[in-house]
């Protein structure tokens, strides 16, 4: 018996320390966004028309055949979608 609380005393501060090292806040360079590695050329990318090909089940699309979106690039940041 006396062996026992020992070790469930070293347990419990290791269980404390190994714990506290997950709650140590992060740095403040880890709250920003990634950088890009190049541009990114949103109007190649993302302008013109895609037709779907195969999709997944959705109640949202049942019915729906042969289905096409038109992408516009409307500013640098902005891309409108109208799906056909």
């Given at each position: 018996?006396?062996?026992?609380?020992?070790a469930?005393?070293?347990?419990?501060?290791?269980?404390?320390?190994g714990?506290?090292a997950?709650?140590?806040?992060?740095?403040?360079?880890?709250?920003?966004a990634?950088q890009?590695?190049?541009?990114?050329?949103?109007?190649?990318?993302?302008?013109?028309?895609?037709?779907?090909?195969?999709?997944?089940?959705?109640?949202?699309?049942?019915?729906?055949?042969?289905?096409?979106?038109?992408?516009?690039?409307v500013?640098?940041?902005?891309?409108?979608?109208?799906?056909?």
């Amino acid at each position: 018996m006396t062996l026992r609380l020992p070790a469930a005393a070293a347990l419990a501060a290791g269980l404390t320390i190994g714990l506290s090292a997950c709650v140590t806040a992060p740095s403040p360079s880890e709250y920003r966004a990634p950088q890009p590695a190049r541009a990114v050329d949103a109007e190649r990318l993302w302008s013109g028309r895609w037709i779907e090909v195969a999709r997944l089940p959705d109640r949202l699309t049942d019915g729906c055949v042969a289905g096409a979106s038109n992408y516009v690039l409307v500013s640098p940041s902005r891309v409108d979608v109208r799906d056909t």
